[in-house]
């Protein structure tokens, strides 16, 4: 009896070792209709085919503003951040005033998160100018597109007081479009989006321009913004190129995460770059010779590591 009980001893120290060994990293992403959610499943895939004992897993979040939270929290372990909102969370400012976050690092940066500001033809808006006393859906409230959207205005001249202002996600903004509820909506991620696409098949629309002037004086204020275009036929209908702005999709983590699994992260993320193209287009955007363009955040050791044995 001894003899056993001294065997099933060993089997329950021997399960909790290999339980012990059991890498579990949770991903925060986005609302499902951005590109956020499908680019964390891809990554969560390669992570779990490639990293021994690994069990990823992607969860749809309210994006940038929230993710940062999550891993503040401890809720997830990698957040798929702009690099605009990863600052304003380092320094304590805008969105994140009196919540500074210290332990915020960078992993990677991954593409262009283009702000796309989209309007039914109908509203006759044709510039940012145009948005004053319009329905206005600026992002979900506290997210990293309300506040680009903000400083888009105020660079244009305008506030929240010159328009009517909506809180809507990306699904939320088309669906209130789609019906006639709302004339405009910013959205900021890599295009196509899922929610504009299916927008613009079933409403004639158009991308709004952020002219020259505006540009400019949002550039002078936030220097993490670079010129960019969507280019014409991105979305249906939408037949010309449209120049506006962008900011840059990253992956962030706590500097508590183990440096040699960050590493095994990127490693095997940047091997498998087909996996991120058949997920999102943006995926072949995900490049080793740009991830660090636009890196906000001190890396992470794990990331510094790699990014100096891959340059």
């Known amino acids: 009896m001894k003899k056993l009980l001294a065997v099933l001893f060993c089997l329950l120290i021997a399960a909790g070792a290999l339980g012990a060994q059991q890498k579990f990293i949770s991903i925060g992403t986005g609302g499902t209709a951005g590109t956020y ?5 891809a990554m969560a895939d390669i992570w779990n085919k490639n990293i021994a004992k690994m069990n990823a897993t992607a969860q749809s979040t309210g994006a940038s503003a929230a993710n940062i939270n999550l891993l503040a929290d401890g809720k997830i372990d990698v ?3 702009q690099n605009d909102v990863g600052y304003y969370a380092l320094k304590g400012i805008e969105l994140f005033k009196d919540k500074v976050n210290p332990d915020l690092r960078g992993m990677a940066c991954l593409y262009n998160e283009t702000v ?3 309007a039914l033809e109908s509203s006759g808006i044709k510039s940012v100018y145009d948005l004053k006393g319009k329905k206005v859906s600026v992002g979900a409230a506290g997210s990293g597109v309300e506040a680009n959207a ?5 660079a244009a001249g305008l506030s929240y007081s010159d328009i009517r202002v909506q809180y809507l996600s990306f699904a939320e903004s088309a669906s209130n479009l789609k019906d006639g509820n709302i004339d405009a909506a910013f959205t ?9 696409s299916d927008l613009a098949v079933s409403k004639k629309s158009v991308l709004v321009p952020v002219d020259k002037e505006v540009l400019a004086k ?11 275009v969507v280019p014409a036929n991105t979305y249906n209908g939408i037949t010309t190129d449209t120049p506006t702005v962008a900011v840059k999709a990253m992956l962030a983590v706590s500097a508590k995460l183990d440096a040699n699994l960050v590493y095994e992260m990127l490693k095997t993320m940047f091997a498998n770059g087909p996996r991120l193209v058949a997920a999102h287009a943006q995926g072949a955007n995900i490049k080793l ?11 992470h050791p794990g990331a510094d590591k790699f990014f100096k044995e891959n340059k």
């Open 218 to 228: 949002l550039m002078s204020k936030w220097s993490f913004y670079a010129p960019t």
């Open 188 to 196: 900021t991620a890599g295009f196509p989006v899922a929610a504009i």
């Open 150 to 154: 903000r400083q888009i205005l105020e």
């Open 289 to 299: 010779a740009t991830a660090l363009e636009g890196m906000s955040l001190p890396l």
């Open 116 to 118: 796309q500001l989209i």
């Open 37 to 41: 959610y499908p680019l964390g499943g």
């Open 79 to 81: 957040a798929i951040i």
